[in-house]
Nanobody, 126 residues
């Protein structure tokens, strides 16, 4: 059973940075796609960035490319989302999710994901 625990959210001003962490367990021996999603009030859930547990490939939403970086610490099974140049529209609840590879569809389709964390709130104020 894969378990995911997010941390690192908070409040930051426009242009600031945050690093989110997702501590993952229970998937040793299998390859998973680990993805950060976000959902703002009244909006659909959006795939932000993804990485395979093998370290590559990585995927990014167009809205965050060049500002966010996904990475992982294999020794400790942690996936990070470094968020720079934050904007008010980045305000959302951020979730870590996992799906076994291979999967049918594209990385950003949330309905494929079997496992979800509880989420961590990110608020960007001007």
């Amino acid at each position: 059973q894969v378990q995911l625990v997010e941390s690192g959210g908070g409040s930051v001003q426009v242009g600031g940075s945050l690093r989110l962490s997702c501590a993952a367990s229970g998937y040793s021996g299998s390859t998973y796609c680990l993805t950060w999603f976000r959902q703002a009030p009244g909006k659909e859930r959006e795939g932000v960035a993804a990485i395979y547990t093998t370290g590559r490939p990585t995927f990014y939403a167009a809205s965050v490319k060049g500002r966010f970086t996904i990475s992982q610490d294999n020794a400790n099974n942690i996936v990070y989302l470094q968020m720079n140049s934050l904007k008010p529209e980045d305000t959302a609840m951020y979730y870590c999710a996992a799906v076994p590879v291979p999967y049918r569809g594209t990385w950003s389709q949330d309905y494929m994901y079997n496992y979800w964390g509880q989420g961590t709130q990110v608020t960007v104020s001007s």
